[in-house]
T-cell receptor, first 114, second 109 residues
Framework: SQTIHQWPATLVQPVGSPLSLECTVEGTSNPNLYWYRQAAGRGLQLLFYSVGIGQISSEVPQNLSASRPQDRQFILSSKKLLLSDSGFYLC?????????????FGSGTQLSVL | GQQVMQIPQYQHVQEGEDFTTYCNSSTTLSNIQWYKQRPGGHPVFLIQLVKSGEVKKQKRLTFQFGEAKKNSSLHITATQTTDVGTYFCAVNQGGKLIFGQGTELSVKP
């Protein structure tokens, strides 16, 4: 069966520090991968999505970047965190076809930038 | 891009009362999905609707897709405390899922 791992669960970082959040998927190949951010416990904002290795689409201009060095690995990064980067970051995967882009989410990372 | 409006933002009900959340789009949708996020948790897929006028049920949950495929609703009959959480609709936009703002449901025992 497919599983998605996301870590860390919580993170407290000072303003101006770098960020690296990692997400890996097991049990499937060539998944679509996504990073969402949820501010104030509400709406889900799509940040990045990837349909393959090295292929990243950015949805909103921001202080963050994403990379996909391996088929089932998705990394969210920042060189210098801002206060506004605080939020709940969710990684997700999907496949085309049977599931019709149904998303499976990781357990999320609560990031606090102080 | 595809936008979907979800109302209400919050709903507080007494246990046993019904609950409904609505999603509306200005454009025709190919399909719509519904997710539930428990407090402190991550969104979990509930269902997908594809056909015009489609109605699907999961125990006390009833999902409807409008005839024009521009709106959808989730209705919970006789809410229980386990129904607490935020319910999101999501629509497909070029292979990406765009979420509504969600409806946060609280249930008073």
């Amino acid at each position: 069966s497919q599983t998605i791992h996301q870590w860390p669960a919580t993170l407290v970082q000072p303003v101006g520090s770098p960020l690296s959040l990692e997400c890996t998927v097991e049990g499937t190949s060539n998944p679509n991968l996504y990073w969402y951010r949820q501010a104030a416990g509400r709406g889900l904002q799509l940040l990045f999505y990837s349909v393959g290795i090295g292929q990243i689409s950015s949805e909103v201009p921001q202080n963050l970047s994403a990379s996909r060095p391996q088929d089932r690995q998705f990394i969210l990064s920042s060189k210098k965190l801002l206060l506004s980067d605080s939020g709940f970051y969710l990684c997700a995967w999907s496949t085309f076809g049977q599931h019709r882009e149904k998303l499976f989410f990781g357990s999320g990372t609560q990031l606090s930038v102080l | 891009g595809q936008q979907v409006m979800q109302i209400p933002q919050y709903q507080h009900v007494q246990e046993g009362e019904d609950f409904t959340t609505y999603c509306n789009s200005s454009t025709t949708l190919s399909n719509i999905q519904w997710y539930k996020q428990r407090p402190g948790g991550h969104p979990v897929f509930l269902i997908q609707l594809v056909k015009s006028g489609e109605v699907k049920k999961q125990k006390r949950l009833t999902f409807q897709f409008g005839e024009a495929k521009k709106n959808s609703s989730l209705h919970i009959t006789a809410t229980q405390t386990t129904d607490v959480g935020t319910y999101f609709c999501a629509v497909n936009q070029g292979g990406k899922l765009i979420f509504g703002q969600g409806t946060e449901l609280s249930v008073k025992p």
